[in-house]
């Protein structure tokens, strides 16, 4: 059985681990907005290209990027399709990590270019500044940072933001910055900070604002810049006007809930690294994470993410992710678990994951 059709057909029951969505409560203000364009209907209109107003200056003031453009989008997906058709042609290649967030990596394949992906999979669990000069060739246009990082749940320091900005400056490259995560970290840098000139931020309303379902992303970058996207625009009617409404009500309001969020997947996380000591050979190699998910490493338990994943989806209604989405090199050694869920939900996964663990290793 496909897993997410599972999921979905038992959507109700499911503890959903798997996506790094956000399951957990934020502000009443979202659904008030959403119910007010409603009853308004305000989606028999095409909404005003640039957003509805006060939505990119909101994105602008949370970045702290005042000078950039903004495109909104449907999800962060689409600006990264949109970027990445843009600015990258036939040979060109990309720096990028492994493991990582793969479906960038296919987009870059889109174009004809080729990620570069660097192995991480050991201390310090991110690329380095170093290994990312290293990586640089006469072909390399771009650099790939995720930060923080999708799945291993490390992040970059100011120094090593600043580092990789450099290095992408000195060679006249491309920064792309994929922030999705940032509002999970203790502390964040934007690349626009250190290299405005070429630096792309592409944000997500998924994660932070539990707004998966709705779609809504964007794209921020210096205005010249911004234009050379236009070309490659897909939504030029904009994107929905409900999704635009329910991220204006969640940026508005996030510095009255974002805490919350964050210190409950603190203490989720916590819980799920006291059932991981439980499991002999498993553990975990970022902790704590600086995203709403982490990786535990199962290679040498002798038990199968695949099988992990479907046991516990199965037999306790709780999904979490096998590896090979994230990393064909290491996937094998390890699930994925996000935990952006309510404590009680999390307490169930640490009473079933050594369970599961016990019953498939080897
Ligand atoms: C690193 C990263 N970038 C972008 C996305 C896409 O997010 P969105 O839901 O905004 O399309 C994800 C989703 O998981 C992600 O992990």
Redesign the pocket.
Known sequence: MEPFLYAHQNRGKIIWMS??TNMLPTTPAIAEAVLAAVQQREYNLYPYKGGVFGLPEALKEDLVAPDYDVLLTN???EA?YILTRALLERGDEVVASDPS?LP?HHQVSLSNAKTIEMPIYSKPWKMTPDRVNEAITKKTKMILL?DPL?PLGSGYSKDEVRAISEIAMDNDLYLLD?I?YRDFADEHHVTSEFYPEKSIL?Y???KNCGL?GMRI?GLLAEPKLMESFLKYNTNVLSVNVLAQRAALAALQTKREWISTVVGTCRRNQATIKEAVERCPGAFLPVYPSYTNMFIIDVGNTGAEPERIQEKLLLEHSIFLRAGNYVSKRFGGRFVRASFSIPEEQCQKFAKAFPQVMAELSG
């Open positions: 996506q790094n999800g962060g997906i990264l967030f960038i995720i999708n994929d999705t592409v997500s309303f998924s998966a992303g």
